[in-house]
């Protein structure tokens, strides 16, 4: 079974500190996703990445920064937190190419920023 | 534009009754539609998608999804509902002519709550 492994499930920051949320996955997948989820605005895309260093901005990239060294990890930064990034973080992972693939998700983070 | 809605925020439906998740879509060209499920306090988890082929797609514990193009729906059912489902259900869908574009678009979520 695909397994992604996120750094924290619970993480309690102040505002202006950088934050850093790890991903790891262990099924060798190029894509790699970090998405926000808040009650009634549903999955939306921070930053994604197709492969090693390589990244794209989803939806929603103001405020953060992605870091793609290795393969199996994919790392979120928030550069100075601020209250509107208290949020559900989940990470997601999937094959190749292959547009049809599925991703997996992380048990997610969930970031209070105070 | 490619979109996905889910138009019931909340389902309600008793243990035993046959359960429906509503989903449309919009895209340009056939879609590959995806339905995931996200328990209390959990990731989301992937149930089933269609990609082509037989309309009627079968799917993780016990839940199924008809694609019908003309309707441009992908509904969500399971013939006989438990507590355990209760759940929220995401819809989501990619557009086969966005070019090299990996992003899925998501669906705002159905909360499905099953009483006994």
């Known amino acids: 079974d695909v397994k992604v492994t996120q750094s924290s499930r619970y993480l309690v920051k102040r505002t202006g500190e950088k934050v850093f949320l790890e991903c790891v996955q262990d099924?060798?997948?190029?894509?790699m996703f970090w998405y926000r989820q808040d009650p009634g605005l549903g999955l939306r895309l921070i930053y994604f990445?197709?492969?090693?260093?390589?990244?794209e901005k989803g939806d929603i990239p103001e405020g953060y920064s992605v870091s793609r060294e290795k393969k199996e990890r994919f790392s979120l930064i928030l550069e100075s937190a601020s209250t509107n990034q208290t949020s559900m973080y989940l990470c997601?992972?999937?094959?190749?190419?292959?547009?049809?693939?599925?991703?997996?998700f992380g048990p997610g983070t969930r970031l209070t920023v105070l | 534009a490619q979109s996905v809605a889910q138009p019931e925020d909340q389902v309600n439906v008793a243990e035993g009754n046959p359960l429906t998740v509503k989903c449309t879509y919009s895209?340009?060209?056939?879609?590959?539609l995806f339905w995931y499920v996200q328990y209390p306090n959990r990731g989301l988890q992937f149930l089933l998608k269609?990609?082509?082929?037989d309309n009627l797609v079968k799917g993780s514990y016990g839940f199924e999804a008809e694609f019908n193009k003309s309707q441009t729906s992908f509904h969500l059912k399971k013939p006989s509902a438990l507590v355990s489902d209760s759940a929220l259900y995401f819809c989501?869908?990619?557009?086969?002519?966005?070019?090299?574009?990996?992003?899925?678009?998501w669906g705002l979520g159905t909360s499905l709550a099953v009483n006994p």
């Open positions: 269609y990609i082509t082929g």
């Open positions: 990445s197709y492969d090693v260093k390589m990244k």
């Open positions: 895209v340009s060209g056939n879609p590959y």
């Open positions: 099924m060798d997948h190029e894509n």
């Open positions: 997601a992972s999937s094959l190749g190419q292959v547009y049809t693939d599925t991703q997996y």
């Open positions: 989501a869908v990619r557009d086969p002519n966005a070019g090299n574009n990996r992003k899925l678009i």
